[in-house]
């Protein structure tokens, strides 16, 4: 995945909110699954920031076989295949801030969206089997982008 990534091609811009905070938009443009062999979702673009909006409020989630609703409970944010990130979706909430204090980390601590950095964002189902003390992320919708220089 890491090879696909660094050939990102037709990378798609953000946009900016009257706060100044870079917005991505979830939607089916920009899905980066359920497509055709060989067809890819467009990618994000944005600028090195220390935080940026998710806003899924126009995006209707797909249901997973075996829950109650088609609501997500998580999303997870990877940055060039190393750093791994998780923020609690909260029913009914639509706009998620990613920064330093909501994503959660995996190995490190989160600092910013940086130059170059390639990311992937992906809002599912996070099951927790504590008894077997595993985890599964069942993926509605996944995205991928680029810190521009």
Do not use: C
């Not at 989630?61 to 997870?76: K, V």
């Amino acid at each position: 995945m890491k090879k696909f990534l660094a050939s990102l091609f037709g990378i798609a811009s953000v946009t900016a909110s009257a706060a100044g905070i870079q917005v991505i938009t979830v939607d089916e443009q920009h899905i980066q699954m359920g497509l055709a062999e060989g067809q890819v979702g467009e990618y994000y673009a944005i600028k090195p920031a220390i935080e940026i909006e998710l806003d899924a409020s126009n995006y209707k989630f797909p249901a997973i076989l075996g829950q109650e609703s088609n609501e997500p409970n998580a999303i997870q944010l990877i940055i060039d295949n190393e750093h791994q990130y998780t923020a609690y979706w909260e029913p009914g909430v639509t706009k998620y801030t990613l920064n330093n204090a909501t994503l959660v980390p995996r190995f490190k601590d989160f600092n910013g969206f940086n130059s170059g950095d390639q990311f992937v964002i992906a809002i599912g189902v996070l099951v927790i089997d504590h008894v077997k003390k595993e985890q599964a992320f069942k993926v509605q919708w996944v995205g991928m982008g680029k810190v521009q220089p």
